[in-house]
């Protein structure tokens, strides 16, 4: 399980996130929508370890990230927006370094590749460098180094944004096995058919704040709608 509790960020003393908290259940895929600067990805940051909240409490599987973050991030998978690729690299040499970042033996990061190779697709691509590589295949080598260490949570920054279909499909078959196996998912999207199709639970962002939280039912209840991106307008004030 994820869980923030009263999460606040400033930067240059304007607040980028005031009091956020949810919680993201095992076996389930939790949907952090938001317009642009909503603090989605700020909130995604500090979950992800790689800014510290002003105030509040993050716990990943019962870690918690401020007072043991070695132990938090060794059972997280981040998939930043910022893919972060060298472009001299091969996906496979991306991942061995991963892998022994996390204390794999080279027998069992050979496997993990690979597995994800097969999982995502990668087989054309895992010994070629990665300069030029399209925005499909460097989401693939990304998502792929993020769950080299099997974490049994997964944190994922807008994955389909830009890419084609066919790596849009093997995206979205990747969470729904994470989900299957009964890893906790967060995933950040502006695409509400994939957020349908995917979410189990739903947290929208505005300002800065937690508007909405729950189920699909719970929010499209809460927003008088059966239409999800009705119900996204109106709870994330876009419709004022």
């Known amino acids: 399980m994820i869980r923030l509790e009263d999460v606040h960020k400033s930067f240059g003393g304007r607040p980028a996130v005031r009091a956020v908290g949810f919680s993201a259940g095992d076996g389930t895929v939790t949907g952090l929508l938001g317009p642009n600067g909503a603090g989605k990805t700020t909130t995604l940051r500090i979950l992800g370890g790689l800014l510290r909240p002003d105030r509040g409490e993050v716990h990943i599987g ?16 981040l998939l930043p927006d910022a893919r972060g690729l060298h472009p001299r690299l091969t996906p496979r040499e991306h991942l061995r370094f991963a892998a022994s970042l996390y ?18 697709g990668m087989a054309g691509i895992i010994d070629r460098r990665c300069r030029g590589f399209s925005q499909g295949e460097r989401v693939k080598v990304a998502l ?26 093997a ?19 502006h695409v509400m058919q994939e957020v349908k199709s995917l979410c189990s639970q739903l947290v929208i ?35 004022a």
Request: net charge negative; with cysteine.
């Open 103 to 120: 204390g794999l033996s080279p027998a069992a990061a050979d496997q993990r590749i690979e597995a994800l190779s097969v999982q995502l």
């Open 171 to 189: 995206i979205r078959a990747m969470v729904r096995t994470l989900k299957e196996q009964g890893r906790c998912v967060v995933l950040s999207s």
């Open 62 to 77: 019962g870690h918690d990230v401020a007072r043991d973050p070695r132990a938090a991030r060794r059972s997280l998978g």
């Open 205 to 239: 962002l505005a300002e800065g704040e937690v508007k909405a939280a729950g189920t699909v039912d719970e929010v499209l209840a809460q927003a008088g709608t059966d239409d999800l991106e009705d119900a996204f307008v109106t709870l994330a004030g876009m419709d």
């Open 144 to 169: 792929a180094r993020a769950l080299v260490h099997d974490p049994m949570h997964v944190v994922l920054d807008e994955p389909t944004n830009g890419l084609d279909v066919g790596a849009t499909r």
